[in-house]
């Protein structure tokens, strides 16, 4: 079975940094694509840091420049470092697969996430 677990969350105020970790098992990490989501109360689901098979990253304008995304095949981990947190990035943060080793326009699966709260 594929699984994802994210982990690293935590309250953290604002302009700090955090860095989540994502551990995946049920296949073959470096063959897919993966991404982070995000999902805070009232607001739709955000797909954050997109990142190939092979390292090429893709992120969301509301990210860019501050969030990072790294992977280790070897570990069969996904990363996201966070820099300069705000408010607003408050969510749920999750990871998810993409179906092929490319980003593309869905996932097809997606893990247990990991809350982050950006508070003062």
């Known amino acids: 079975d594929v699984q994802l677990q994210a982990f690293g969350g935590g309250l953290v105020q604002p302009g700090g940094n955090l860095k989540l970790s994502c551990l995946a098992s049920?296949?073959?990490?470096?063959?897919?694509?993966m991404t982070w989501v995000r999902q805070a109360p009232g607001k739709l689901r955000e797909s954050l840091a997109g990142i190939t098979n092979d390292g090429k990253t893709s992120y969301a304008d509301s990210v860019k420049g501050r969030f990072t995304s790294a992977r280790d095949n070897a570990k069969s981990t996904l990363y996201l470092q966070m820099n300069s947190l705000k408010p607003e990035d408050t969510a749920v943060y999750y990871c998810?697969?993409?179906?092929?080793?490319?980003?593309?326009?869905?996932?097809?699966?997606r893990g247990q996430g990991t809350q982050v709260t950006v508070s003062s």
């Open positions: 049920g296949f073959s990490f470096e063959n897919y694509a």
């Open positions: 998810a697969r993409y179906p092929v080793g490319f980003i593309t326009s869905g996932y097809d699966y």
